[in-house]
């Protein structure tokens, strides 16, 4: 196994949620091929050059975001069609997720997903919805294994992170889900709760949302996902915020977490997994979890992430399912 193609969301991408997500897939990746060369492919622009990287791979991979929909020829998410089916195939997904609760599939999402996935390797996918999805389509050769954001969140790790709320809070807002009262509540319960109170700036649009919020108080966080860890450095922080992966960043860095839900991603993963989540229309709930002490437990399907992982061997390139 000399060359792998890597589909990298956080390419020509406005949300920096995608760079927790891909540097899980690369620190994943490397453990299965520590000595396989890697090409980063933009996802949403397939180009001439893109196709060439790929023709030189021995494994195309896709990994993490909600790239799949019942809609394929109208959401574009992932730069794919029936034409460039002919070179993009083949492809093994690594925690990929539907986009939103969906109708059933057009025929050309069926007829497109049968042309570029893979039939003879383990997909990975993020949830159970997004497995019953392709396993309605005929994907019998796919495993609920969660994002792999989640897939270092040990049982060792989470005795790990602190039961009791701390001094300051780390937040985030969401400019593409946005509810204005809901959101201005959360932050004014955060400040009660809270002696600081940060926003990272997680996506292209949330410092204007903030700021037309007008809640006094708040500090920001640039955006950039150092920033970020700099704040999740401090032991006494805490997270809660709307952003599904700044959650998931916070609590790979051993921080007490709460996930405010605006998706269906974070309701999924907190059914499968019981990821801290609590909905954003259960704000009247918000002061009492963060004053209550509470143990992080995540539902790990360790049997999953092996089996997916399993599949490859480096001594002989890639095994098959």
Not at 223 to 241: E, I, K, N, W
Not at 289 to 318: A, C, D, M, Y
Request: neutral net charge; aromatic residues 10%; proline residues 4%.
């Amino acid at each position: 196994m000399n060359t792998i193609s890597i589909f990298d969301t956080s390419i020509s991408d406005y949300n920096l949620g995608n760079e927790i997500i891909m540097e899980s897939v690369y620190g994943h990746m490397r453990e299965v091929f520590p000595e396989a060369f890697f090409f980063k492919l933009p996802y949403m622009e397939i180009t001439r050059h893109t196709r060439s990287c790929i023709q030189q791979s021995d494994l195309l991979v896709f990994g993490g975001t909600n790239s799949l929909s019942s809609r394929m020829e109208q959401y574009k998410q992932w730069d794919v069609n029936l034409r460039k089916s002919a070179y993009v195939k083949n492809v093994v997904l690594m925690g990929l997720g539907w986009w939103q609760y969906q109708e059933k599939e057009s025929l050309y999402t069926k007829v497109l997903l049968k042309r570029v996935l893979s039939g003879k390797w383990l997909h990975s996918v993020r949830d159970s919805y997004t497995e019953e999805k392709l396993r309605g389509l005929g994907f019998d050769n796919v495993v609920n294994t969660g994002c792999p954001t989640l897939w270092q969140l040990t049982p060792e790790h989470c005795r790990e992170i602190r039961t009791e709320i701390g001094d300051t809070v780390v937040s985030t807002l969401t400019d593409y889900s946005q509810d204005p009262e809901a959101d201005r509540r959360m932050l004014e319960v955060l400040s009660q709760c809270y002696r600081r109170v940060l926003v990272w700036l997680q996506g292209v649009g949330d410092r204007d949302y903030l700021a037309a919020l007008g809640v006094a108080g708040v500090e920001v966080i640039p955006p950039y996902l150092q920033a970020f860890d700099g704040a999740l450095a401090d032991p006494a922080v805490d997270y809660v915020g709307t952003r599904l992966h700044a959650g998931i960043r916070s609590l790979q860095k051993g921080r007490r977490s709460l996930i405010i839900g605006v998706d269906n991603r974070a309701a999924e993963m907190r059914k499968d997994f019981d990821l801290p989540v609590l909905e954003r229309s259960a704000l009247d709930q918000l002061e009492s979890r963060i004053r209550t002490p509470g143990v992080t437990r995540i539902r790990l399907p360790k049997e999953n992430i092996n089996r997916w992982k399993g599949q490859f061997s480096s001594s002989t390139g890639v095994k098959p399912y």
